[in-house]
């Protein structure tokens, strides 16, 4: 009977141990949590911010509430696969995250754009500067850490994402592997060994693109 007790206390005494500890590390990650998570989101607003001014040299950038009010439907019809390239691709992959318009001296002169696609690893997160004509600006890879090193990740290099500069609302964007890429009909050279990237890539202009269309109907 009294080792019977003996193991009814032990059980007790590491049941309230269990429970402190697991109180205790609670408390002390919902108090880091508080501590960085203002930091953090001051660190993505200024990422953001210095993707903006990459893109769209010389514009400031403000929010308008009934661009915003269209994305809102926009987004709801990408993600439901209503929205389609001329060539019948869905993109309900593509995430429209935000669009601001781009002003230069006061005046409006298009738009930024924070934007996604699926890519192999997860979502890459793409900055776009769209002019008032609607062609591409600017274009700057936000996040493509999910992708494979020296593969996908290859499409944050300048050289290759350059060529989606000066396509426009009025092209159909798509990638091909042959090398015959052409800024003319509007054919991006994938990345070697990475065409799922560069199509997550491909997929999440083409939406853009066709937003800021859908902005002038």
């Not at 108090?31 to 990459?54: F, L, R, S």
């Not at 269209?70 to 669009?99: P, R």
């Not at 900055?127 to 020296?150: F, H, R, S, V, Y």
Request: proline share 1%; net charge negative; hydrophobic share 40%.
């Amino acid at each position: 009977m009294a080792s019977n007790a003996k193991s009814q206390s032990t059980l007790v005494h590491d049941t309230i141990c269990l429970f402190m500890i697991t109180l205790i590390a609670g408390i002390l990650l919902g108090a880091v949590n508080m501590i960085t998570v203002d930091p953090i989101k001051e660190q993505e607003e200024k990422t953001k911010q210095e993707a903006y001014a990459a893109v769209y040299d010389g514009a400031e950038f403000v929010s308008d509430d009934g661009v915003n009010s269209s994305l809102e439907a926009f987004q709801a019809d990408l993600t439901a696969g209503k929205v389609k390239t001329e060539s019948g691709t869905a993109l309900s992959d593509v995430e429209i995250q935000e669009v601001m318009k781009a002003t230069v001296d006061g005046q409006d002169a298009g738009y930024v754009l924070t934007c996604s696609g699926k890519g192999y690893g997860g979502a890459v997160k793409v900055a776009l500067g769209i002019d008032g004509e609607g062609a591409i600006k600017g274009i700057q890879i936000m996040d493509c850490t999910n992708e494979t090193p020296g593969l996908g990740q290859n499409s944050s290099n300048k050289d290759w994402n350059s060529q989606y500069i000066g396509m426009t609302t009025a092209q159909d964007v798509s990638v091909v592997k042959d090398g015959s890429g052409s800024k003319d009909n509007g054919t991006i050279n994938a990345i070697s060994g990475a065409t799922i990237t560069s199509s997550a890539v491909t997929r999440a202009v083409d939406g853009s693109l066709l937003f800021i269309a859908s902005l002038s109907e």
